[in-house]
């Protein structure tokens, strides 16, 4: 079974703080999927990495896949209200069992106070 | 992108009883997916769902409590029977994207007194 370790689990900063997500694993990946949960809805995907090293930005969001494909980091400049809500990570298995399939992270809320 | 929706949104219901959440997709679909998740945490798969054949469903998780029915390629159905306060959850569906990325319903927040 392979598991992704999230942290923090719980965010609360400031309006134009920055911040930085984590997700790890010893297990490899074949990809790394973020997703973003706001309360009554269900989680919507920010963004895929798939090659080792891998950086993607998505306005103020910078996502980076490690170079091994064990883990991931979001991060967020300028925080805003707006980007409150639960941040997932999920991996892709790369073979046997987990081949195909998703692993979640265990989540961070992130509250930011105007 | 696939729209998804489910219906009942929420549910107070008595424990004992079962109760079916619908899944609905705008587009056919091979695969779809039933998720678990208590509020502010993570998700947990219950089972897929494909057409035409028998859900596959994860350690923990029985055909007896959760039958799955899927009649067609838009459709699915899952039911959480004899329930207990243990039960009360969000429960997601979810279908797949060419990535193996997901695409999530609202979600159905189940409360059991």
């Known amino acids: 079974t392979q598991l992704l370790e999230q942290s923090p689990q719980f965010l609360s900063i400031q309006e134009g703080e920055n911040l930085t997500v984590y997700c790890n694993s010893s297990s490899v990946f074949s990809s790394l999927q973020w997703y973003r949960q706001e309360p009554g809805e269900g989680p919507v995907l920010l963004v895929t990495?798939?090659?080792?090293?891998e950086v993607k930005k998505l306005k103020r969001l910078t996502f980076q896949f490690g170079d091994a494909r064990k883990d991931s980091s979001l991060h967020i400049t300028a925080a805003q209200p707006g980007d409150t809500g639960l941040y997932l990570c999920a991996g892709l298995g790369t073979g046997g069992t987990s081949y195909g399939k998703l692993t979640f992270g265990q989540g961070t809320i992130l509250t930011v106070h105007p | 992108s696939a729209v998804i929706s489910q219906k009942p949104s929420r549910d107070i219901c008595q424990r004992g009883t079962s109760l079916t959440i619908q899944c609905q997709v705008d587009s056919q679909v091979t695969m779809m997916f039933w998720y678990r998740q208590q509020p502010g945490q993570s998700l947990t798969l219950i089972a897929t769902a494909n057409q035409g054949s028998e859900a596959t469903y994860e350690s923990g998780f029985v055909i007896d409590k959760f039958p799955i029915s899927r009649p067609n390629l838009t459709f699915s159905t899952l039911t959480v029977s004899n329930m207990s306060p243990e039960d009360s959850s969000i429960y997601l569906c979810s279908v797949e994207g060419y990535g193996y990325e997901q695409y999530f319903g609202p979600g159905t927040r189940l409360t059991v007194t």
């Open positions: 990495v798939v090659t080792g090293g």
